[in-house]
C-alpha cells in the first residue's frame, strides 16, 4: 500500500467535474484540497498539474472561471460547471463506470478456472 | 468540435499574451496564499508553511511553463520565434539573402510564367459548358488520316447520330467577309457555321438570340451573330442594333445575337454568319469542319462508332468516294494542336533552370552556414536538439523561398506578358492564358519544395555536427573540412551539367532558326507587298467580269509611280498553298491502287514570275495569248519536272488534273520555272504547277479569292494606298484585307521556331548566369577558407602563377566534370527536340563543341577573380590571421 498513486489526466479531468458539480463554483486550491481529501489521502495530487487540466477544459467549454471573492475575503479564480460539462461528467462517469465494472469482472476471483 | 474549439482558443491566445500572463501569475500567487493561510492554521512556521505549499504545488515556473504549453499553441509560438530569428539573421546579411531571393525569384518567375502558358493552353478545360462532352469528328480513310467533311457527311450525320445532343459545322474560311455600309468597305475575320453551333458549345449571346433551326435550312432568313467587339465597334454598343441588318459580302444578313465579351473560339473571329448547306450532289468537296457535344453517358468510342455507321451509308450512297470511318477526338486535342510538345519540352528546359538556381542557393546557403558552424555549436551545448536546429535552418531557407516566390510571382506576370506578344499566332488559346488559381499554387509548391530541398543540404550536415569538436576548432576550419568542399563540388559539377542542357537546346533552336532564315525562299522579297482581294460572286459572276476587274486593276497599279511590277495568285508563299490537286501525266498509267498524286497548284497572273523574280528555266511563262477558252497551258517548277518526267522534257507534255476539272481538259506543259516555297521554309521542295487564272477551267469560281503582289521601291505603306485607291476606284464595296509585306511573310512564317529559340535563348542565358555565380561562389568561398594554407605554400616559396594555375585548375575540373556528365544527359534528351529542328541534327557536334567551350570558358573567367586574390595572399597576414 504505503506508496500514493499518481493521477492522471483524463481521470483529473473527471475528478473536476464530479468536484464541481458536488460543491459548486470552486477555486484551483480547493478542487485540489477536495480531490486529495475525497481520495482519503491516496492520491497524491501535484497541485501545479491541475491547472493546465482546468484551462483545457476551460478550451474545451466545460467549464468556466470568474474571478471572486474567497471566504478570507482573498481574490480568487472561480470555476463552475457549465451546461456541456455536466453532460460530459455524465458521460464520462457512467463510461468509467463501465470499464470498471467489465475490469472488475475479469479480475474477480476463481471464475476463469470454471 | 470541442478539439476545434480549443484549437481557436488557443490560437487566439498569441494575441493577448501578456493580460493572461497576469491573470495566471494571479491565480498561482492567490492559490499559495490560501495553502499558506491553511498551513498556518494547523501551526506551521510562516517560512515552513510557505515551503509546503510551494513543494505541493510543484514549482511556480513549472507550473507556469506547462500552463503556457496547454494555453497557446507551442508548437506554432516556436515557428513564430524560428521566423523572427530568421528575419533577423537575413536581415544581417544582405548581401547573401539579396543573391538568394534574386536567385530564386528569376528560377521560379520563369517557372511561373511558362506554366501559365502550359496551363492557359494545356491545362485548362475549354471556356465552355461541360467542356469534356466538345469533341469534334473527322473522316479517317484511305486518303486521309484526319480529313474535314463534305456536305453530304455533315448532313447525314446532322440528321440520323444518335450519340450526340448536337453537333455542327464550321466553314474554315481563313479570311472573312466583306463588311459594306459601315463606314469604308473592310474585311472582318468571320466564320460561317450551322445553327447548332451554340448549342453544341453550350454558349447563349448575351444579347438577342442564337440561331434558329429554319435558319440554317437553304432559302431561310441570312442570320449573323456577331462579338461583343463588334458589336461595340460597328453597331455603336446599342442594344437596339439586335434585329438590324448589315451587308456583308454583299448579302444582307439580320444581326441575330451579341456574343459574351469573353467569348472565343479560334483566332480572332468577329462574325458568325449562319452556314446553310445544299443538299449534296456528291461527296466532295470536303472542305466542313464538324464539332459535337456527346450526350451524357456516351463514350468517344461509341460515338465514332455510331457515326462510321452513318458514314458508310454515305459511301454506299456515293460509291466512287473513299469508304471512310469516323473519328471522334476531344475539341480540346483539336485546339492545342501539336503546341503541347514543343511547351512541355519548354517547361523541362525551365525546369532545369530552376534547379540549377536552387543548387546555386544551396552553395551560398552552405557557405553562409559553414561561417555560422560555431553558432550551432553554442546552440547545441545550450541544449538545442539536432530536430530544432534542422527546423531553425529549414525556417530561413523557406523565408527566402517565399521571398523568392512572391518576386517571382512579380517577375512571371511581366514574363507571361512579354511571352504572349512573342506568341502571336503561335499559340493557341492565347486568351486563357493568365496567372491563376492553378498558377499561384503551382508557384506557391514549387517555392515550398525548393525551400525544404536547398534548406535541407546544409541542415542536414550542420547539424549533425558534434558540438564540443566545432566549439574546439572554431568555425572556420571545421568548415573547410573536406566533406564540405567534396559537398559544395559536386553542387558545382550538377550546376554544370544541367546549364549544358538546356544550353545544347537553346544552341540547337537558335540553330534551327537561323537555318530556316537562311532557307533561300526561291524567290526575291525586298520590295514586294501582298494584299488579299475577294470579290463577291454575286457581282462577280462570270468570267469576263472577273478578268476585266484583275486587268483594269492591275493596269492601274502599273502605271502608278514607283511600281515596278504586279501580278495575282492564288497562294502566297513562304506558307499559304491553298489548294492541291491530283493530276495525271499523258501515256503515263497510274499506279494500280495508289490515288494520283496530289500537288499544290496555283492560279496566277501572267506577270507573277516577273513579280516575284522566279527564274525561267525552259520554255516559256504565261502571256494573253493564252486566253483563249480552248487553251489550257501549265508552268511546273523543276521539282515536279525532276520527279515526275526524269528521263523526258516535260514542255509539250499533256496532264490532266483532278477534282476540278470535271470536263477532263489536257492541260499542255509550257514551262519550267524555279522552286518556291509554299509549305513553309522548312519543307523539302515540293512540285508545284502554275495555271492562268483566266483559264477557263477555274475563272470565275477559284479566282475570286486572290492574292495582289506588286513590286515597288516605295514605302509599303504608298503602295498600300495606290492599291486601295485602285480597287476602290473600280469597286467602291471591296476591301483589301492581310496586307503584309513579302518580307513580314518571311519572318512571321518561323514565328514558332523564333519564339522557341527565343524562350529557350533566355532559359539558357539565365542558366549560365546562374552556373557563372554558383562557381564563382564556390570558388571564392574556398580561396577565402584556405587562405591559411596558401600563405604559408606561398611561404615556403610557391610561384604566385603555381597558386593561380592551382586553384584555375581546380574549378576548371568541377566545370569540365559537370560539362561531361551534361554531354551524356544532353545526348540522352536532344532526341526530345527532334521534331522541332531543321537543317541541325539533335544530336550536332558542332553546337555541342561551341555549348561546351562556351560553359568551360564562363567557368574559367568566374575562377580567375578569386584565383587572383589568392596570388595576393600576404603569407605574413595569412599565417597571423589564425
Same mark, same amino acid.
Given at each position: *500500500?504505503?506508496?500514493?498513486?499518481?493521477?492522471?489526466?483524463?481521470?483529473?479531468?473527471?475528478?473536476?467535474?464530479?468536484?464541481?458539480?458536488?460543491?459548486?463554483?470552486?477555486?484551483?486550491?480547493?478542487?485540489?484540497?477536495?480531490?486529495?481529501?475525497?481520495?482519503?489521502?491516496?492520491?497524491?495530487?501535484?497541485?501545479?498539474?491541475?491547472?493546465?487540466?482546468?484551462?483545457?477544459?476551460?478550451?474545451?467549454?466545460?467549464?468556466?472561471?470568474? %474571478?471572486?471573492?474567497?471566504?478570507?475575503?482573498?481574490?480568487?479564480?472561480?470555476?463552475?460547471?457549465?451546461?456541456?460539462?455536466?453532460?460530459?461528467?455524465?458521460?464520462?462517469?457512467?463510461?468509467?463506470?463501465?470499464?470498471?465494472? &467489465?475490469?472488475?469482472?475479469?479480475?474477480?476471483?476463481?471464475?476463469?478456472?470454471? | *468540435?470541442?478539439?476545434?474549439?480549443?484549437?481557436?482558443?488557443?490560437?487566439?491566445?498569441?494575441?493577448?499574451?501578456?493580460?493572461?500572463?497576469?491573470?495566471?501569475?494571479?491565480?498561482?500567487?492567490?492559490?499559495?496564499?490560501?495553502?499558506?493561510?491553511?498551513?498556518?492554521?494547523?501551526?506551521?512556521?510562516?517560512?515552513?508553511?510557505?515551503?509546503?505549499?510551494?513543494?505541493?504545488?510543484?514549482?511556480?515556473?513549472?507550473?507556469?511553463?506547462?500552463?503556457?504549453?496547454?494555453?497557446?499553441?507551442?508548437?506554432?509560438?516556436? &515557428?513564430?520565434?524560428?521566423?523572427?530569428?530568421?528575419?533577423?539573421?537575413?536581415?544581417?546579411?544582405?548581401?547573401?539573402?539579396?543573391? !538568394?531571393?534574386?536567385?530564386?525569384? =528569376?528560377?521560379?518567375?520563369?517557372?511561373?510564367?511558362?506554366?501559365?502558358?502550359?496551363?492557359?493552353?494545356?491545362?485548362?478545360? =475549354?471556356?465552355?459548358?461541360?467542356?469534356?462532352?466538345?469533341?469534334?469528328?473527322?473522316?479517317?480513310?484511305?486518303?486521309?488520316?484526319?480529313?474535314?467533311?463534305?456536305?453530304?457527311?455533315?448532313?447525314?450525320?446532322?440528321?440520323?447520330?444518335?450519340?450526340?445532343?448536337?453537333?455542327?459545322?464550321?466553314?474554315?474560311?481563313?479570311?472573312?467577309?466583306?463588311?459594306?455600309?459601315?463606314?469604308?468597305?473592310?474585311?472582318?475575320?468571320?466564320?460561317?457555321?450551322?445553327?447548332?453551333?451554340?448549342?453544341?458549345?453550350?454558349?447563349?449571346?448575351?444579347?438577342?438570340?442564337?440561331?434558329?433551326?429554319?435558319?440554317?435550312?437553304?432559302?431561310?432568313?441570312?442570320?449573323?451573330?456577331?462579338?461583343?467587339?463588334?458589336?461595340?465597334?460597328?453597331?455603336?454598343?446599342?442594344?437596339?442594333?439586335?434585329?438590324?441588318?448589315?451587308?456583308?459580302?454583299?448579302?444582307?444578313?439580320?444581326?441575330?445575337?451579341?456574343?459574351?465579351?469573353?467569348?472565343?473560339?479560334?483566332?480572332?473571329?468577329?462574325?458568325? $454568319?449562319?452556314?446553310?448547306?445544299?443538299?449534296?450532289?456528291?461527296?466532295?468537296?470536303? %472542305?466542313?469542319?464538324?464539332?459535337?457535344?456527346?450526350?451524357?453517358?456516351?463514350?468517344?468510342?461509341?460515338?465514332?462508332?455510331?457515326?462510321?455507321?452513318?458514314?458508310?451509308?454515305?459511301?454506299?450512297?456515293?460509291?466512287?468516294?473513299?469508304?471512310?470511318?469516323?473519328?471522334?477526338?476531344?475539341?480540346?486535342?483539336?485546339?492545342?494542336?501539336?503546341?503541347?510538345?514543343?511547351?512541355?519540352?519548354?517547361?523541362?528546359?525551365?525546369?532545369?533552370?530552376?534547379?540549377?538556381?536552387?543548387?546555386?542557393?544551396?552553395?551560398?546557403?552552405?557557405?553562409?552556414?559553414?561561417?555560422?558552424?560555431?553558432?550551432?555549436?553554442?546552440?547545441?551545448?545550450?541544449?538545442?536538439?539536432?530536430?530544432?536546429?534542422?527546423?531553425?535552418?529549414?525556417?530561413?531557407?523557406?523565408?527566402?523561398?517565399?521571398?523568392?516566390?512572391?518576386?517571382?510571382?512579380?517577375?512571371?506576370?511581366?514574363?507571361?506578358?512579354?511571352?504572349?506578344?512573342?506568341?502571336?499566332?503561335?499559340?493557341?488559346?492565347?486568351?486563357?492564358?493568365?496567372?491563376?488559381?492553378?498558377?499561384?499554387?503551382?508557384?506557391?509548391?514549387?517555392?515550398?519544395?525548393?525551400?525544404?530541398?536547398?534548406?535541407?543540404?546544409?541542415?542536414?550536415?550542420?547539424?549533425? /555536427?558534434?558540438?564540443?569538436?566545432?566549439?574546439?576548432?572554431?568555425?572556420?576550419?571545421?568548415?573547410?573540412?573536406?566533406?564540405?568542399?567534396?559537398?559544395?563540388?559536386?553542387?558545382?559539377?550538377?550546376?554544370?551539367?544541367?546549364?549544358?542542357?538546356?544550353?545544347?537546346?537553346?544552341?540547337?533552336?537558335?540553330?534551327?532558326?537561323?537555318?530556316?532564315?537562311?532557307?533561300?525562299?526561291?524567290?526575291?522579297?525586298?520590295?514586294?507587298?501582298?494584299?488579299?482581294?475577294?470579290?463577291?460572286?454575286?457581282?462577280?459572276?462570270?468570267?469576263?467580269?472577273?478578268?476585266?476587274?484583275?486587268?483594269?486593276?492591275?493596269?492601274?497599279?502599273?502605271?502608278?509611280?514607283?511600281?515596278?511590277?504586279?501580278?495575282?495568285?492564288?497562294?502566297?508563299?513562304?506558307?499559304?498553298?491553298? /489548294?492541291?490537286?491530283?493530276?495525271?501525266?499523258?501515256?503515263?498509267?497510274?499506279?494500280?491502287?495508289?490515288?494520283?498524286?496530289?500537288?499544290?497548284?496555283?492560279?496566277?497572273?501572267?506577270?507573277?514570275?516577273?513579280? =516575284?523574280?522566279?527564274?525561267?528555266?525552259?520554255?516559256?511563262?504565261?502571256?494573253?495569248?493564252?486566253?483563249?477558252?480552248?487553251?489550257?497551258?501549265?508552268?511546273?517548277?523543276?521539282?515536279?519536272?525532276?520527279?515526275?518526267?526524269?528521263?523526258?522534257?516535260?514542255?509539250?507534255?499533256?496532264?490532266?488534273?483532278?477534282?476540278?476539272?470535271?470536263?477532263?481538259?489536257?492541260?499542255?506543259?509550257?514551262?519550267?520555272?524555279?522552286?518556291?516555297?509554299?509549305?513553309?521554309?522548312?519543307?523539302?521542295?515540293?512540285?508545284? *504547277?502554275?495555271?492562268?487564272?483566266?483559264?477557263?477551267? %477555274?475563272?470565275? %469560281?477559284?479566282?475570286?479569292?486572290?492574292?495582289?503582289?506588286?513590286?515597288?521601291?516605295?514605302?509599303?505603306?504608298?503602295?498600300?494606298?495606290?492599291?486601295?485607291?485602285?480597287?476602290?476606284? @473600280?469597286?467602291?464595296?471591296?476591301?483589301?484585307?492581310?496586307?503584309?509585306?513579302?518580307?513580314?511573310?518571311?519572318?512571321?512564317?518561323? #514565328?514558332?521556331?523564333?519564339?522557341?529559340?527565343?524562350?529557350?535563348?533566355?532559359? #539558357?542565358?539565365?542558366? @549560365?548566369?546562374?552556373?557563372?555565380?554558383?562557381?564563382?561562389?564556390? *570558388? #571564392?568561398?574556398?580561396?577565402?577558407?584556405?587562405?591559411?594554407?596558401?600563405?604559408?605554400?606561398?611561404?615556403?616559396?610557391?610561384?604566385?602563377?603555381?597558386?593561380?594555375?592551382? &586553384?584555375?585548375?581546380?574549378? !576548371?575540373?568541377?566545370?569540365?566534370?559537370?560539362?561531361?556528365?551534361?554531354?551524356?544527359?544532353?545526348?540522352?534528351?536532344?532526341?526530345?527536340?527532334?521534331?522541332?529542328?531543321?537543317?541541325?541534327?539533335?544530336?550536332?557536334?558542332?553546337?555541342?563543341?561551341?555549348? #561546351?567551350?562556351?560553359?568551360?570558358?564562363?567557368?574559367?573567367?568566374?575562377?580567375?577573380?578569386?584565383?587572383?586574390?589568392?596570388?595576393?595572399?600576404? $603569407?605574413?597576414?595569412?599565417?597571423?590571421?589564425?
Amino acid at each position: *500500500m504505503g506508496e500514493r498513486a499518481d493521477v492522471w489526466q483524463g481521470t483529473l479531468a473527471l475528478m473536476v467535474l464530479k468536484t464541481l458539480q458536488a460543491l459548486g463554483p470552486l477555486h484551483g486550491y480547493g478542487i485540489a484540497r477536495r480531490i486529495e481529501q475525497t481520495s482519503g489521502d491516496l492520491l497524491a495530487v501535484n497541485y501545479g498539474t491541475l491547472y493546465p487540466a482546468l484551462l483545457k477544459l476551460e478550451q474545451e467549454g466545460y467549464i468556466s472561471s470568474e %474571478w471572486g471573492t474567497s471566504d478570507n475575503n482573498r481574490k480568487a479564480k472561480y470555476y463552475k460547471l457549465t451546461r456541456a460539462g455536466r453532460k460530459q461528467l455524465d458521460k464520462e462517469a457512467r463510461e468509467w463506470e463501465q470499464t470498471t465494472e &467489465i475490469l472488475a469482472r475479469f479480475l474477480a476471483p476463481g471464475k476463469e478456472s470454471a | *468540435m470541442r478539439q476545434a474549439r480549443s484549437w481557436v482558443l488557443r490560437l487566439g491566445e498569441l494575441f493577448r499574451k501578456e493580460r493572461r500572463e497576469k491573470d495566471l501569475a494571479a491565480e498561482i500567487e492567490s492559490h499559495l496564499q490560501m495553502h499558506i493561510e491553511d498551513n498556518l492554521r494547523t501551526g506551521m512556521s510562516p517560512e515552513i508553511a510557505r515551503r509546503e505549499a510551494l513543494t505541493k504545488l510543484g514549482g511556480i515556473e513549472q507550473t507556469k511553463e506547462n500552463y503556457r504549453d496547454r494555453r497557446g499553441l507551442p508548437q506554432l509560438e516556436t &515557428i513564430l520565434q524560428d521566423l523572427r530569428y530568421a528575419g533577423r539573421m537575413l536581415g544581417k546579411s544582405p548581401g547573401f539573402t539579396t543573391a !538568394a531571393v534574386l536567385t530564386l525569384a =528569376l528560377g521560379i518567375g520563369a517557372n511561373t510564367a511558362i506554366f501559365s502558358v502550359v496551363n492557359g493552353v494545356m491545362l485548362k478545360p =475549354l471556356p465552355y459548358r461541360q467542356p469534356e462532352r466538345l469533341v469534334s469528328l473527322f473522316l479517317h480513310g484511305r486518303e486521309t488520316d484526319r480529313g474535314v467533311m463534305g456536305a453530304a457527311d455533315f448532313m447525314a450525320l446532322d440528321e440520323r447520330q444518335g450519340a450526340f445532343e448536337h453537333v455542327a459545322a464550321i466553314s474554315p474560311s481563313t479570311i472573312g467577309l466583306t463588311l459594306t455600309g459601315l463606314g469604308s468597305p473592310q474585311m472582318i475575320p468571320g466564320t460561317s457555321v450551322t445553327s447548332d453551333f451554340f448549342s453544341v458549345l453550350g454558349v447563349q449571346p448575351v444579347l438577342g438570340r442564337a440561331f434558329r433551326p429554319q435558319e440554317g435550312k437553304p432559302g431561310g432568313s441570312l442570320s449573323v451573330v456577331v462579338s461583343h467587339h463588334f458589336w461595340e465597334q460597328f453597331l455603336r454598343a446599342d442594344p437596339a442594333a439586335v434585329g438590324s441588318s448589315i451587308k456583308l459580302d454583299g448579302k444582307s444578313y439580320s444581326v441575330i445575337g451579341v456574343l459574351p465579351l469573353d467569348f472565343h473560339f479560334g483566332p480572332h473571329n468577329e462574325l458568325w $454568319p449562319i452556314l446553310q448547306l445544299q443538299p449534296a450532289k456528291q461527296r466532295p468537296p470536303y %472542305w466542313l469542319l464538324t464539332v459535337g457535344r456527346l450526350k451524357p453517358g456516351i463514350s468517344e468510342t461509341q460515338a465514332a462508332a455510331d457515326a462510321s455507321l452513318i458514314a458508310k451509308q454515305v459511301h454506299q450512297q456515293f460509291p466512287l468516294s473513299d469508304d471512310s470511318s469516323i473519328i471522334v477526338v476531344p475539341l480540346k486535342d483539336l485546339m492545342v494542336g501539336d503546341t503541347g510538345e514543343a511547351l512541355l519540352i519548354l517547361l523541362a528546359a525551365v525546369g532545369f533552370v530552376l534547379l540549377i538556381a536552387v543548387v546555386n542557393v544551396a552553395n551560398l546557403h552552405l557557405s553562409r552556414s559553414g561561417s555560422r558552424i560555431h553558432e550551432f555549436a553554442i546552440r547545441s551545448a545550450l541544449g538545442a536538439g539536432r530536430r530544432r536546429l534542422i527546423c531553425q535552418l529549414l525556417t530561413e531557407s523557406l523565408v527566402l523561398a517565399v521571398l523568392g516566390g512572391l518576386l517571382g510571382l512579380a517577375l512571371a506576370y511581366g514574363g507571361v506578358r512579354t511571352i504572349l506578344a512573342l506568341s502571336q499566332d503561335v499559340l493557341p488559346r492565347m486568351e486563357e492564358i493568365t496567372v491563376d488559381g492553378r498558377v499561384l499554387s503551382f508557384t506557391a509548391t514549387i517555392a515550398i519544395v525548393t525551400g525544404i530541398v536547398f534548406g535541407l543540404v546544409p541542415a542536414v550536415r550542420f547539424s549533425g /555536427l558534434p558540438a564540443g569538436r566545432s566549439l574546439k576548432e572554431r568555425s572556420r576550419t571545421a568548415a573547410s573540412g573536406r566533406s564540405a568542399s567534396r559537398l559544395h563540388g559536386a553542387l558545382v559539377v550538377a550546376e554544370f551539367s544541367l546549364a549544358l542542357v538546356v544550353l545544347t537546346g537553346a544552341g540547337l533552336l537558335i540553330r534551327t532558326l537561323s537555318q530556316l532564315q537562311s532557307v533561300n525562299p526561291g524567290f526575291n522579297s525586298s520590295h514586294v507587298v501582298t494584299a488579299l482581294l475577294t470579290l463577291p460572286r454575286e457581282r462577280y459572276a462570270n468570267a469576263p467580269q472577273v478578268t476585266s476587274f484583275y486587268q483594269q486593276l492591275l493596269g492601274r497599279v502599273k502605271n502608278s509611280p514607283g511600281v515596278e511590277a504586279a501580278s495575282i495568285t492564288m497562294s502566297l508563299p513562304p506558307n499559304l498553298l491553298e /489548294l492541291t490537286n491530283p493530276f495525271h501525266a499523258e501515256g503515263k498509267p497510274d499506279t494500280p491502287g495508289q490515288p494520283a498524286p496530289a500537288i499544290g497548284e496555283i492560279p496566277v497572273g501572267t506577270d507573277y514570275f516577273a513579280t =516575284l523574280g522566279i527564274p525561267l528555266f525552259r520554255g516559256r511563262l504565261f502571256s494573253d495569248q493564252d486566253r483563249s477558252p480552248a487553251t489550257h497551258v501549265l508552268v511546273i517548277n523543276e521539282n515536279m519536272a525532276r520527279q515526275y518526267f526524269p528521263d523526258q522534257d516535260p514542255l509539250g507534255t499533256r496532264v490532266q488534273t483532278g477534282e476540278y476539272n470535271p470536263k477532263g481538259e489536257w492541260y499542255t506543259i509550257v514551262g519550267v520555272v524555279g522552286n518556291v516555297k509554299y509549305q513553309g521554309l522548312g519543307e523539302k521542295d515540293q512540285p508545284t *504547277m502554275y495555271v492562268p487564272y483566266f483559264d477557263s477551267g %477555274w475563272c470565275p %469560281w477559284f479566282v475570286r479569292e486572290m492574292y495582289v503582289v506588286v513590286r515597288s521601291a516605295s514605302a509599303p505603306e504608298k503602295v498600300v494606298s495606290v492599291l486601295q485607291s485602285a480597287a476602290l476606284s @473600280l469597286d467602291n464595296q471591296l476591301a483589301i484585307a492581310h496586307v503584309r509585306t513579302m518580307d513580314q511573310l518571311l519572318y512571321e512564317s518561323v #514565328a514558332g521556331s523564333r519564339f522557341r529559340a527565343v524562350l529557350f535563348g533566355v532559359f #539558357a542565358a539565365l542558366a @549560365l548566369v546562374l552556373a557563372m555565380i554558383g562557381i564563382y561562389g564556390v *570558388m #571564392a568561398y574556398s580561396v577565402s577558407q584556405r587562405t591559411h594554407e596558401i600563405g604559408i605554400r606561398i611561404a615556403l616559396g610557391a610561384h604566385r602563377t603555381n597558386i593561380l594555375q592551382t &586553384i584555375l585548375r581546380e574549378g !576548371a575540373s568541377l566545370a569540365l566534370l559537370g560539362v561531361a556528365i551534361g554531354f551524356v544527359v544532353a545526348l540522352a534528351l536532344s532526341r526530345t527536340l527532334a521534331g522541332l529542328l531543321f537543317g541541325v541534327q539533335a544530336t550536332d557536334a558542332m553546337t555541342l563543341a561551341l555549348v #561546351a567551350a562556351l560553359l568551360l570558358g564562363v567557368a574559367l573567367a568566374a575562377c580567375y577573380l578569386p584565383a587572383r586574390r589568392a596570388t595576393r595572399v600576404d $603569407p605574413m597576414v595569412a599565417l597571423r590571421y589564425e
